[in-house]
């Protein structure tokens, strides 16, 4: 079993910036990726980023490149997820995922998720 604990969420005004953490622990795997979806009310969860156990492979969704990054440290078993110039459209719960999926952007390749952790975003 593996456990994924994000942190760091909460409001920030446009233009603002935050890092989540994601914090895994149990039995993680060098073949696993690590990944960040989020979902707005009333909408679908949605693929944002993902990075590979090594962390030389990353995956975004092609509309937040440039503000978001990812990043990991295996010594802390933590991935991160750095955001800047935030947006209202930002505004949603942010789940930390693992998996060994092959396709790393569907909700599917992963095999266990986080709680979610909450980011507003002011006008």
């Known amino acids: 079993q593996v456990q994924l604990v994000e942190s760091g969420g909460g409001l920030v005004q446009a233009g603002g910036s935050l890092r989540l953490s994601c914090a895994a622990s149990?039995?993680?795997?060098?073949?696993?990726?690590m990944g960040w979806f989020r979902q707005a009310p009333g909408k679908e969860r949605e693929f944002v980023v993902a990075i590979s156990w090594s962390g030389l492979s990353t995956w975004y969704a092609d509309s937040l490149k440039g503000r978001f990054t990812i990043s990991r440290d295996n010594a802390k078993n933590t991935v991160y997820l750095q955001m800047i110039s935030l947006k209202p459209e930002d505004t949603a719960v942010y789940y930390c995922?693992?998996?060994?999926?092959?396709?790393?952007?569907?909700?599917?390749?992963?095999?266990?998720w986080g709680q979610g952790t909450q980011v507003t975003v002011s006008s």
């Open positions: 995922a693992l998996g060994y999926g092959s396709i790393p952007y569907i909700k599917s390749a992963y095999d266990y």
């Open positions: 149990g039995r993680t795997s060098s073949s696993s990726r």
